[in-house]
């Protein structure tokens, strides 16, 4: 008989035909990026131009058939259904739950378009949006809700919940293929499966560099505003090589609870920020400003929700490009990560509570922080002292956080606070990222081996790098667009697989619920069982009526049934 360790010594440390064909598709691509960069530049310009051109409708669709999705599920009979057994608890309080829930949508993204992307559409707007100064301000800031708002969240209700019925309700390991097993059957066991988790895999790897790509560009735009180093693409590689080997550092020596120490300390150094501009800065406008961009969110949401550009001609289309489709696909591309972490996080929880919590929570705080940030910058642009916008219109996005800091007080001390949390955020995204690919490339093992962990963090910033150079911040978008384009049909068949698998659910329980109520039918219309007559009994699923007769030769009753 084999001992325990023979046994253990078997289990795979990865899954060979996920991992390897992963791996290999994301080096080939990091090679020739690097090694052809204006080749690849080209390229990425070619292949961006084709999908835009011919997919932006669809981008912009499914988008918004994810949100009704989302809400949907939330709030109809299969809002009840436990995301566990039935007599889980949830494994966190709601405060916590919450707190988890603004970790996972608290990011890098966050902090580099907080003040760039309000100013963009301000100074920019999309085509076809004229208006007073207040009311482009006001445009501004509902397009940046759609971008940030309830449908990237509904994105990532897809992804989690999917992986959190199948992880928690059916017991399976943390793999993208389990949400398609009501859908596949056995057959997620083989080929399909294993399809599925590469281009899950490969899909996070390049949402994750995009973001260490946004990250690490608006770190150096930051040192260049406090004066310490001028940018350049030379000290951007130089920064990912330097967080990048304090990844490694985390991860090789296995110190989980100081990456959980710094990602706190990450939430509250956001909050304090936000706090402090809040108060040194225009207090009551901020105020006013986020209570009525919600309300313009709201009465604005079909309408942008389904714009596609289609009367603005090129014009629109290169706009869809750099803000809406790209946006689509960033999230996309990022789903399969939050979706993991959203879905480990929820055991014990409702479907219509996981819905609501991921939907309205992240949504509300992210919010607020555009209408803090975007808002104290466009506020200057509108009363001064400006200067946040070029004389020819243009917007230094990755610098345009610095620049408004400045102008306000302690804006040294600002400016050093936003380069940590943005570090921060680059180590514990990192990090976390390194995590979930290696549980999906060791085939959801919930403690992969280190050595996998290690393998995926210098991919993820090779990946980093290779876009940089190959064209920056376009070949960042122009990979986020790209990849989502598999991985949104994978999407779209969870969607079908987790109605089937909720429709299988609730009917079985209607069925059972049918079954036990059945003999007690008499009761709940006021028939007393122990008054009736014998001569109503039940029998199996139908009452049987029988009616006594003289005993025959057997000496035996005979029944006629009715």
């Known amino acids: 008989m084999a001992s325990n360790s023979d046994t253990t010594s078997k289990v795979p440390e990865v899954a060979r035909w996920v991992f390897w064909p992963a791996a290999i598709v994301v080096l ?23 999908i835009v051109s011919n997919f932006n409708w669809y981008y912009v669709l499914i988008a918004a058939f994810f949100v009704i999705f989302s809400l949907w ?9 436990k995301l566990g057994k039935d007599d889980d608890e949830p494994e966190f309080s709601l405060g916590s739950w919450f707190s988890l829930l603004f970790a996972a949508g608290m990011g890098i993204g966050l902090v580099f378009y907080g003040v760039g992307e309000p ?29 940030w708002g309830v449908h990237a969240w509904a994105i990532y209700v897809v992804v989690g919940l999917a992986l959190a019925y199948a992880i928690h309700r059916r017991g399976r390991p ?54 310490i180093i001028e940018a350049s693409e030379f000290v951007n590689i130089i ?90 696909g960033w999230w996309i591309s990022w789903a399969p990560f939050v979706g993991i972490f959203i879905a480990r996080i929820s055991r014990g929880r409702t479907v219509r509570q996981f819905v609501a919590g991921v939907l309205l929570v992240p949504t509300l705080i992210t919010f607020l922080w555009f209408s803090v940030l975007g808002g104290s910058a466009l506020y200057s642009e509108l009363n001064g002292p400006g200067g946040l916008i070029g004389k020819d219109g243009s917007v230094n996005v990755e610098g345009a956080l610095f620049a408004m800091l ?18 921060v955020f680059f180590v514990t995204s990192a990090d976390s ?23 995926f963090a210098c991919v993820t910033s090779a990946l980093a790098i290779a876009l940089l150079l190959a064209g920056g911040l376009q070949a960042l978008q122009t990979a986020a667009i790209i990849i989502a384009l598999p991985f949104s049909v994978i999407m779209l068949l969870m969607c079908w697989a987790t109605s089937i698998a909720f429709s299988r659910e609730h009917q079985a329980y209607e069925k059972a619920r049918r079954a036990a109520f059945v003999d007690r039918i008499g009761s709940h219309y006021g028939l007393d069982a122990d008054d009736a007559d014998d001569s109503v009994v039940p029998a199996g699923r139908m009452a049987i009526f029988r009616r006594r007769r003289p005993k025959g030769s057997s000496g035996e009753p005979s029944t006629q049934v009715f």
């Open 28 to 50: 080939v691509f990091v090679a020739f990026a690097i090694i052809f960069p204006d080749a690849a530049e080209s390229l990425f310009a070619g292949i961006q131009a084709g």
């Open 73 to 81: 599920v939330g709030f109809s009979r299969f809002g009840d259904i």
């Open 119 to 147: 100013l963009s559409h301000f100074a920019n707007p999309r085509p076809g949006v004229e208006g007073t100064p207040s009311q482009l301000a006001q445009q501004a800031l509902s397009q940046t809700y759609l971008h």
């Open 174 to 227: 943390v793999s993208m293929r389990w949400t398609l097993e009501p859908l596949l059957g056995k057959r997620v066991r083989g080929g399909w499966g294993n399809l599925i988790d590469v281009v899950a895999l490969v899909g996070t790897l390049f949402g994750v560099a995009t973001s260490l790509g946004l990250g690490v560009v608006q770190i150096s735009a930051g040192l260049e505003s406090a004066g």
């Open 239 to 328: 920064l990912i090589l330097i967080i990048t080997g304090a990844v490694l550092l985390s991860v090789l020596s296995g110190v989980a609870k100081g990456m959980k120490w710094l990602s706190n300390i990450n939430l509250v150094l956001a909050a304090m920020i936000v706090v402090f501009i809040l108060i040194v800065g225009p207090s009551q406008f901020l105020l006013r400003d986020f209570v009525q961009s919600i309300g313009a969110y709201l009465q604005s949401f079909i309408g942008l929700s389904f714009n596609t550009g289609a009367f603005s001609g090129e014009a629109g289309e290169t706009w869809q490009a750099a803000w809406t489709t790209f946006y689509w």
């Open 406 to 423: 400045n102008q306000l007080p302690a804006g040294t001390a600002l400016t050093i606070g936003a380069i940590t949390l943005i570090a």
């Open 433 to 455: 990222g390194a995590l979930v690919m290696s549980m999906i490339g060791s085939g959801g093992q919930v403690e992969p081996k280190r050595w996998i962990r290690a393998f």
